[in-house]
């Protein structure tokens, strides 16, 4: 039987072992998120006996989500990349004027997707605000708001005191696809020339720590 804490290869012995037992698509789910490279040797070991009996049309699917999503994993991973030089964009900030990234250049910039309607963004403004100050003049942020009314995303930033600058993301923008953005808020650290220094997604300590990795005085 397989346990939960079975990794990739224990789960794929068990399906070379049983390839006519209907319970393998699940396997495979798991094993496309513990070892993504392994997945298509999973997939392979699902009898065709399985494939083609009464879950013929269920198995069909699941592989083909299973396979999208790595696909587009990759595909985030490949524009989120460390050294990737960060697509520039040019967007209206709170005054209406057009605020390109390429404008910022010279100077660490924090890329944060943000939206009003999220709760852990608001949450991490106090703590952001904070680190704002405490590297005053060292990084910028550039808050780019997402999936708000325009009324909505200027009177949140007024409310919540956000003293960074800001753009404001519109429905028809590309922007969110050409970055890869998957979940809010995500936070995208970008040196001095515009290219990718890390991605974090959600909000988590491992930001602040590299804040203070990047601008604390040895």
């Given at each position: 039987?397989?346990?939960?804490?079975?990794?990739?290869?224990?789960?794929l012995e068990f399906m070379r072992n049983n390839p006519d037992n209907e319970a393998n698509i699940e396997l495979v789910t798991r094993i496309s998120q513990l070892d993504?490279?392994?997945?298509?040797?999973?997939?392979?070991?699902?009898?065709?006996?399985?494939?083609?009996?009464?879950?013929?049309?269920?198995?069909?699917?699941?592989?083909?989500?299973?396979?999208?999503?790595?696909?587009?994993?990759?595909?985030?991973?490949?524009?989120?990349?460390?050294?990737?030089?960060?697509?520039?964009?040019?967007?209206?900030?709170?005054?209406?004027?057009?605020?390109?990234?390429?404008?910022?250049?010279?100077?660490?910039?924090?890329?944060?997707?943000?939206?009003?309607?999220?709760?852990?963004?608001?949450?991490?403004?106090?703590?952001?605000?904070?680190?704002?100050?405490?590297?005053?003049?060292?990084?910028?942020?550039?808050?780019?708001?997402?999936?708000?009314?325009?009324?909505?995303?200027?009177?949140?930033?007024?409310?919540?005191?956000?003293?960074?600058?800001?753009?404001?993301?519109?429905?028809?923008?590309?922007?969110?696809?050409?970055?890869?953005?998957?979940?809010?808020?995500?936070?995208?650290?970008?040196?001095?020339?515009?290219?990718?220094?890390?991605?974090?997604?959600?909000?988590?300590?491992?930001?602040?720590?590299?804040l203070d990795e990047l601008f604390a005085e040895k």
């Amino acid at each position: 039987n397989i346990k939960p804490e079975d990794g990739a290869d224990q789960i794929l012995e068990f399906m070379r072992n049983n390839p006519d037992n209907e319970a393998n698509i699940e396997l495979v789910t798991r094993i496309s998120q513990l070892d993504t490279e392994k997945t298509e040797e999973a997939i392979a070991l699902i009898s065709d006996k399985v494939k083609n009996g009464r879950m013929k049309n269920f198995i069909a699917r699941k592989v083909a989500d299973i396979r999208a999503r790595i696909e587009e994993e990759r595909r985030v991973a490949e524009l989120q990349a460390p050294g990737r030089q960060a697509p520039d964009f040019t967007l209206n900030d709170m005054d209406g004027n057009p605020l390109s990234l390429s404008s910022l250049k010279g100077k660490y910039i924090v890329l944060d997707f943000w939206g009003s309607w999220c709760g852990w963004c608001i949450k991490g403004f106090p703590e952001m605000k904070e680190y704002y100050q405490k590297y005053a003049g060292k990084f910028e942020i550039l808050g780019i708001d997402c999936n708000d009314p325009v009324e909505k995303w200027k009177e949140s930033v007024k409310e919540q005191g956000l003293p960074w600058l800001h753009v404001y993301n519109p429905q028809e923008s590309t922007l969110l696809k050409e970055y890869g953005i998957q979940g809010f808020p995500t936070k995208i650290i970008l040196d001095t020339e515009g290219k990718i220094v890390k991605t974090i997604v959600g909000e988590s300590p491992e930001f602040y720590a590299l804040l203070d990795e990047l601008f604390a005085e040895k």
